[in-house]
Nanobody
Framework: VQLQASGGGLVQAGGSLRLSCAVS????????MGWFRQAPGREREFVAS????????AYAASVKGRFTISKDNAKNTVYLQMNSLKPEDAAVYYC??????????????????WGQGTQVTVSS
């Protein structure tokens, strides 16, 4: 399976971005999917996840209410809509395929396929 993340860029604080993760080699409804982020000097951290059947989602406390994860099975793509962006949201964002079917998986080791990352920069 290959994951290709895109949609990052420079945005002002309070603005919005939508990240996309195009999946090939496997359909996005085989396993749960997630988004993580990593800022310079920090560990990769969980952002959001969605279950195999899209019937459950989970979010980090820091993004809940501002970010929305979704999937389009027809396009085999996972999205992360990010609203009300803050400077502390700046990071490289990675999409990943879970080892499991549900959404409640928050650790890097819960995921075994990763995209290359897309940079999000938020100016204050």
């Amino acid at each position: 399976v290959q994951l290709q993340a895109s949609g990052g860029g420079l945005v002002q604080a309070g603005g919005s971005l939508r990240l996309s993760c195009a999946v090939s080699g496997r359909t996005v409804d085989n396993y749960g999917m997630g988004w993580f982020r990593q800022a310079p000097g920090r560990e990769r951290e969980f952002v959001a996840s969605i279950s195999r059947n899209s019937d459950d989602t989970a979010y980090a406390a820091s993004v809940k209410g501002r970010f929305t994860i979704s999937k389009d099975n027809a396009k085999n793509t996972v999205y992360l809509q990010m609203n009300s962006l803050k400077p502390e949201d700046a990071a490289v964002y990675y999409c990943a395929e879970s080892r499991s079917f549900g959404a409640n998986y928050f650790l890097v080791n819960d995921y075994d396929a990763w995209g290359q990352g897309t940079q999000v920069t938020v100016s204050s």
